[in-house]
């Protein structure tokens, strides 16, 4: 008789020790889950940060695309209307430029 009841106090002091190690074990489930509903929150506020520079952009890009339509659209009237002195102008006057820019930046 001593040993059954030796063995269900064994069995209880068992029980007891796995009780415990499943609460802190749950709490440490539960820091987990708490630590990962923080970054996924924060990942979130990140993209629709992202989100909005993204249509910013597209923003700008759209205008600076119709800023260069438009420029692209005088230069190609310009060509057509037989000045073709001017262009040789615009042309040389670039190559000048050109020509100044490498001269500083090669004796730097």
Known sequence: MRRSHASESYTGHNRNTVDDENEHLTDELGNKISALKSLTID???EVRAQNQMLREMDD??????GFLSTTM?????????GHNRY???????SFFVFFVIY???KFQ
């Open 60 to 65: 700008d890009f759209d205008s600076t695309s």
């Open 103 to 105: 001269i500083i930046l």
């Open 87 to 93: 262009i040789l102008y615009l042309l040389l006057f």
């Open 43 to 45: 990942i979130g506020h």
């Open 73 to 81: 659209g005088r230069v190609v009237k310009l060509a057509k209307a």
